[in-house]
């Protein structure tokens, strides 16, 4: 079993950056499609971006492509998001999560193929 813990959220000015980590422990999750998704007041959670257990394909939402780079550490068992270009309607609690997809450039956006999930990091964007 492996458990998830985020970091790096905080209060930041529209237009600004920020870097969010997940660390893992319990396990290694070097061979796992990892994901981060967030979810808004009232809204339901949602896909931001994903990355294959080699690094090598992502994927990300087209409303943070171009903005949201994702990546990972393997050797640091750390998987980064990094927001730039911030905007009010990035708010939100960010979640990091490890997915079924084992040794696979496949990507995954809908929530069942996680199995494992953090506690959830906020992100506020002020205008």
């Known amino acids: 079993q492996v458990q998830l813990v985020e970091s790096g959220g905080g209060l930041v000015q529209a237009g600004g950056s920020l ?4 660390a893992a422990s319990g ?3 070097s061979s796992y499609t990892m994901g981060w998704f967030r979810q ?7 896909f931001v971006a994903a990355i294959s257990w080699s690094g090598s394909s992502t994927d990300y939402a087209d ?10 550490d393997n050797a640091k ?11 009010p309607e990035d708010t939100a609690v960010y979640f990091c999560a490890e997915s079924t997809i084992y040794n696979s450039a496949c990507s995954a956006r809908e929530l069942d193929k996680y199995n494992y999930w953090g ?7 002020s205008s």
């Open 19 to 22: 870097r969010l980590s997940c």
């Open 27 to 29: 396990r290694s999750f």
């Open 40 to 46: 808004a007041p009232g809204k339901e959670r949602e």
């Open 63 to 72: 409303s943070v492509k171009g903005r949201f780079t994702i990546s990972r």
């Open 77 to 87: 068992n750390t998987v980064y998001l990094q927001m730039n270009i911030l905007k």
């Open 119 to 125: 506690q959830g990091t906020q992100v506020t964007v």
